[in-house]
């Protein structure tokens, strides 16, 4: 990937390489900045997670959410995002990535657009998301919005 933004076959889905600047200290990267996203993709929440090597997360959708995704490393994730959305152009398209450490990016995945990934290096990997819902709702009082495939053995969401 190079500096500029990725142009994804999937409608929505927006890849954007993250820039590390370095000094004697160590470095500094931003991952969120008002001017470089929609007002729709504001996050009302931020978490972090740890995959170890060799496992998976997903794949699954949410109907509402907007996940606002950041792959640092250290280590790399091999990234797979489905489009299944019946009204969409790109409607059954998909995107293999390797993100992480190799490729830092910042990646919006719209609702309907099935995803997961898998830690395909020898390190833990550090995924921060910024999603634009709240996870459960306010107070943690509602339904979950996902929609879960990971253990769908007939899915046609598959890592590989």
Not at 27 to 56: C, N
Not at 109 to 136: D, E, M, T
Request: overall charge neutral; charged content about 25%.
């Amino acid at each position: 990937m190079t500096n500029k933004k990725y142009q994804p076959k999937i409608t929505g889905i927006t890849i954007e390489p993250l820039s590390f600047h370095y000094d004697k200290r160590g470095w500094l990267v931003e991952l969120f900045r008002q001017d470089e996203l929609e007002k729709i993709h504001y996050p009302v929440m931020a978490y972090l997670s740890e995959t170890l090597p060799g496992i998976g997360r997903g794949p699954h959708e949410h109907q509402y959410q907007t996940d606002v995704f950041l792959f640092i490393g250290p280590g790399d994730l091999k990234l797979c995002l489905w489009d299944n959305r019946p009204d969409s152009n790109t409607y059954r398209n998909n995107i293999v990535l390797t993100v992480g450490e190799s490729n830092p990016c910042r990646i919006i995945v719209p609702p309907g657009v099935v995803h997961g990934y898998r830690n395909i290096s020898n390190k833990k990997a550090i995924v921060f998301n910024a999603p634009n819902q709240l996870f459960a709702g306010k107070g943690r009082g509602e339904s979950i919005d996902e929609i879960r495939y990971e253990d769908k053995t007939d899915s046609p969401y598959q890592f590989d």
